[in-house]
């Protein structure tokens, strides 16, 4: 229904303003079918569960620049897509620190609570185990999730087809 409507004649909206601004000025068309009804990931993601409504909103009002008819049919789904459409633009997650903190902890219970040989040995296994788990994920956070992060940055999602794409 609505995606059948031409793009191009919408009203004002958060997509057209970041459109505006973008480095090239070019227009953002997706580029599996070519809607221009696109949005940055980031943008998609910072707007939150409101304003990604707020989106869906925008476009089902989209390319008539008339608000009549197609709200009523927006509210009603915007609830589901709004976990949905989060999901996707959610930057790339950091490397999480916790399990391997946590292995450390549960060796330190090991080897001071319980005791014993193989509990002292279990416990350190569990210690170096947890450190080193530590290290990867901090290095992956320094070394490989910036160059991730900056592709998230640059990438783009369609709300008429749900691809993500990447632009510069
Ligand atoms: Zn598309």
């Known amino acids: 229904m609505i995606h059948a409507l031409k793009p191009g004649a919408r009203s004002p909206s958060a997509t057209e303003f970041f459109r505006s601004g973008s480095k090239k000025g070019v227009s953002m068309q997706c580029n599996k079918c070519g809607s221009e009804n696109t949005q940055r990931l980031q943008v998609a993601f910072e707007g939150g569960t409101q304003d990604i409504s707020a989106t869906s909103h925008t476009a089902g009002v989209g390319s008539i620049g008339g608000k009549l008819g197609l709200s009523?049919?927006?509210?009603?789904?915007?609830?589901?897509?709004?976990?949905?459409?989060?999901q996707k633009a959610a930057p790339p997650p950091k490397a999480p620190l916790k399990p391997g903190v946590g292995l450390i902890v549960f060796g330190l219970?090991?080897?001071?609570?319980?005791?014993?040989?193989w509990f002292v040995t279990f416990g350190l296994a569990s210690i170096a185990g947890g450190g080193y788990m530590i290290?990867?994920?901090?290095?992956?956070?320094s070394k490989e999730w910036p160059a991730l992060y900056q592709r998230w940055l640059e990438s783009w999602l369609c709300h008429k087809c749900g691809h993500i794409y990447h632009h510069a």
């Open 72 to 86: 009523g049919a927006v509210t009603k789904t915007s609830g589901t897509q709004q976990s949905v459409l989060a």
């Open 109 to 117: 219970i090991m080897m001071s609570f319980v005791g014993g040989f």
């Open 135 to 141: 290290f990867k994920a901090q290095q992956f956070n």
